[in-house]
Structure formats: C-alpha cells, structure tokens
C-alpha cells in the first residue's frame, strides 16, 4: 500500500537522523510561526474568494432570465451561449492551471501576479454581459465573445486564487482553518451578488405579456396588455436594462476591491528548499493527477453533486416565476437560500471536525433532497416556498464548503505516495474547477434547450403545461437523481480520517527532515 510504502520511506530516514541541535529546535520553531496565519491572514486570504462567487452567483440565477426577457434571445440561442460559454470556461481551467504550474517565482508570489493582472479586465468583461447593444443581427456574437472573454479572465484569477491555498501555510490544521474562512466569505459573496442583483434588478422588473392563449387575455375582448398590468408601476424593458448595468457596475466595483484587499493582505509562501519537479507537458500533467485514484474518485463525486446544483440554481429563478407564479418574489427566495447557507456554514465546519469530512458530505448533501421534493409537491404557497427555500440553504452550505476542504487531502496524499514530484499544485485545482464548470455548462445548455423544446415564451404571464413540467423535472428529478449517484460514488472513496492524519504526520516529518538538512547545509557553510 502507498501509504504504508510513504510511511516506511520517512521512518527509515529519520532513525538515521541524528538528535536535533539547538539550531534545528529554532528553525522548527521559525517554520511552526511562519505557518501560523492571524484571523487577519485569514479573512483577507477570504475576502479574495468573493469576486468569483458574487459573479458566479449573478450569472447563475439570473444570465438564463435575462437572455430570454431582457435580451429576448430565442431560447435555441440562449442555450447555445450558455454552454459554448461554460464548455469555454471549463476548457480554459485546465490550460490555465498547466500555465501556472509553469510560471516562475517573482517578488509578489506565483499565484498573486495572474490575480492582478486578470482583474481589470475581467471586471470591463462582466459589464458587457449585462449591456443589451444596439443591434439585432449579431446580438448572439457580442453575448459569446462577452461571456467567454469574462470566464477566461475569471479562470486567470480563480484557479491560481485557489491554488493559493497550498501556499498560504504548510500546516493542515492551518490550511482547513483559511479554507472554513473563505467558504464564509464565499457563500456571502454568494449572498451579496444574488442580494445586489435581485434587488436591483427586483425594483424595475418588466411586465409580463399575455399570450394568445392566456386566460387573463379573454376577460374582456378589448383588453390590452396596457391594461392587463394596470395596477402594476410603469416600468419599460428600457428600465429593467439599465437596472441589470447598474447592478453589474456595483459588483464590479466589489469585485475590484476584494482584489486590492488579497493583494495586500495575503503573502504567499515560497515552496521548500527542493527542486521543484521537471516541466511536463499538459497530456502528462492530466495524467497525473487524473491518475491518482483518491483525486480521480473525489472529482467525480462532485461533477454529479456540482451538476445537481446548477440544475437546481439555473432554473430556479424561472420556476419561482412561471411556476410558483412568484414572478415578483423570486429574488427574494433566492436571497433566502443563500442567507440560510451563510449561516450554516460555520455548522458544517464544526461537523466535519467533529465527525469527518465523509461523513458530513453524506449528511449535507442529503440533507437538500427532502426540500427539492416538497418544494414541486406541496401546492404553490410562498409560505412553503420560503420554508423550503431556507433549509435548502442548510445543505447548499456543505456543497460550498465540502469539495474545497477535502481538496488540500487529496493532494496531501499524492505528495505522500509521489515526493519527488512537485510543483503541480494548480493543476489539481484547475482540473476540479474544469469538472465543475463542464457540469455548469451541460446544466445550463441542457435545461435552456429542454426549455426551448417544451415550447417557453418569453416575457410570457402563463407559460405552457409542458414548461412547467420541465422546470419541475430541472429542479427536482434530475438534481435528486444525480445526487444519489454521487454520493454512491463517494462510499468507495479511500480518505478517511485515519489517513488523512497519517498523511498529516508523514508530511510533517518530511518538512522536519528537510529543516534539519538546510540546518546541517548552514552549519557545514559556517565551518567554510
């Protein structure tokens, strides 16, 4: 066994070390320090992670709705943007990941020059998504080449952003800490962009129009659509327009300020003394890391989990709206869930703790399932709703914080069965962050496309008894199924909490024999 195979390597090395001197004690003192991060390392480490979710969380709930009622694309095109552009994203993860594995230390770090650099334009990228432009014909190319320049930037950004955790401390304990953190701050960044957008956007929501079967329509003969929403406020497409850029304009200034605050509040740690691993090439570096089995198993847990809940988070917003009939509370709903999970996360990191990270992905994911049956079963009630909403959040929370604390294991256990092979810590992150965008993309090409076959009427006040049925089937059936065969995945995934401790303990005793060699190298150069 690998482990056993690690373990023996190191106890071998360390009898033949001699008792440690003074100056081992104080350079293993030195390093315990320097590992330790402040509650201020920890929040501005962060307050790095909400750029991501505050856009990812606009783009989710809203992108679909604003295609089809404010841009008012064909669904067909819609769909094509929405997985063209997530299929972009996720290829460019991996790519982006081989590059930062590949580029050089400078004076600011590895990681935190991509994060910079990447910044500006990706905040100019966002806003252009959100702009109806003044032409018809090639609306559908100025939303592809928007969304897919947006992902790209944000891919330069994310993946060396959650590299950056190997980097931030070489303690486990440490590491799990920041990770609880930033999940905190990510689920609120969540909470805020859904809160800036929904509410923004909330305000100058554009009437729905009757369709030529909608019962309203045959009230009276000489009704209008003027006057179908007369005790409605005035509000034109023109207003819900501007009311999307200036909610885009508010997280891009956000957005701009995270940056600032990870830049000068997080120091990213050099790698130890060794020589990093030779350079590879992109097929190689896939094979690595998709050839080590507890990664390989751990990702795909999460591509079926992740594919459930952008099933659920892309069509919720339509399905409170045409389905429930909440047309003028679905941010609202939405806001809920995301209230719920922020304050759940701080629960889940103590039940990891408590009783392991398995164990809590079993408890957290299960934990939605109930509330996505009830939610299409229970006749529509926004009392219901609401309730149903806010436990929802409760296992929204542990998709959030579980597969970023349970990465760092995964590639503790591959330096322990691999420790000449350094280096290649971006390339674990990029290739989950491409599993769990390819999931995004597949939901959201798969649903805008069923929505489109089931016949969905844009701006419409009723919709079809066949889109109805879709949007159930979207936020329920296929999210409980796909959770299930998950989490059936998950039962033969080899990291438990023994191992992950005696990972720990491993590579703990490898950073000791690496600081008692620099130890011996400076006493040897000191008798020179």
């Known amino acids: 066994m690998a482990k056993g195979e690690g373990g023996e390597q190191y106890s071998n090395a360390s009898l033949l070390n001699k008792p440690p001197s003074s100056d081992a004690i104080k350079l293993a003192r030195k390093h315990e320090l320097s590992n330790r991060l402040s509650i201020c390392n920890k929040l501005c480490y962060a307050i790095g992670g909400a750029p991501y979710q505050m856009t990812g969380s606009a783009l989710g709930f809203f992108l679909q709705i604003y295609l089809l009622d404010v841009a008012q694309l064909d669904p067909f095109y819609a769909s094509i943007i929405l997985f063209v552009g997530r299929a972009w994203d996720a290829i460019t993860d991996p790519t982006v990941g081989f590059l930062v594995s590949r580029s050089r230390w400078t004076r600011f770090g590895r990681m935190m020059p991509w994060i910079v650099l990447s910044t500006p334009f990706a905040v100019l990228t966002y806003f252009l998504i959100w702009y109806v432009p003044p032409f018809e014909n090639n609306k559908v190319i100025w939303y592809l080449l ?46 805020l962009g859904t809160a800036i957008q929904g509410q923004i956007v909330g305000m100058a929501n554009a009437p729905c129009l009757p369709g030529p079967d909608d019962p309203m329509l045959n009230l009276s003969n000489s009704s209008k659509p003027d006057e179908l929403n007369a005790t409605e406020p005035v509000i034109s497409l023109e207003h819900t327009r501007v009311a999307y850029m200036i909610a885009s304009g508010v997280i891009c200034l956000i957005y701009v300020l995270c940056a600032v605050v990870l830049f000068f509040g997080v120091r990213e740690q050099k790698e130890p003394t060794r020589s990093r691993s030779e350079p590879m090439s992109f097929v190689q570096g896939i094979k690595l890391v998709m050839g080590h089995g507890p990664y390989a198993k751990l990702v795909t847990v999460f591509l079926f989990t992740s594919l459930a809940f952008m099933l659920l988070e892309g069509n919720f917003a339509l399905f409170c709206s045409s389905t429930l009939g909440f047309r003028n509370d679905f941010q609202n709903i939405l806001l809920v869930i995301m209230l719920s999970a922020t304050l759940a996360i701080p629960f889940w990191q103590w039940f990891l703790t408590r009783f392991g990270k398995k164990t809590a992905v079993y408890t957290g994911t299960m934990s939605v399932v109930p509330f996505m049956i009830m939610v299409v079963c229970v006749k529509s009630s926004l009392i219901v709703t609401y309730i149903a909403s806010f436990a929802s959040g409760v296992g929204v929370a542990a998709a959030f914080l579980l597969p970023w604390s349970m990465l760092p294991d995964v590639v503790d256990d591959f330096k322990v069965q691999n420790p000449n092979s350094t280096g290649h810590e971006a390339l674990f992150y990029s290739f989950y962050v491409f599993f769990t965008k390819f999931a995004s993309g597949v939901s959201l090409g798969i649903s805008t496309l069923s929505l489109d076959f089931a016949g969905y009427i844009s701006r419409g006040c009723s919709q079809p008894k066949e889109v109805h049925l879709t949007l159930k089937l979207l936020v329920s059936a296929a999210p409980v199924a796909l959770i299930i065969i998950g989490l059936g995945i998950l039962y033969s995934y080899p990291i438990n909490e023994e191992r992950r401790q005696g990972n720990r303990k491993l590579l703990q005793e490898q950073r000791e024999n690496e600081a008692d060699s620099e130890t011996d190298s400076t006493e040897m150069a000191n008798m020179i």
Do not use: N, W
Not at 163 to 173: G, N, R, V, Y
Not at 178 to 187: I, L, P, S, W
């Open 146 to 191: 928007c969304y897919c320049a947006f992902q790209t930037l944000q891919t330069c950004f994310h993946v060396p952003y959650s590299a950056l955790t190997m980097f931030i401390s070489s303690e486990q304990k440490e590491r799990d800490s920041a990770t609880a953190y930033r999940m905190t701050v990510e689920v609120l960044g969540t909470l």
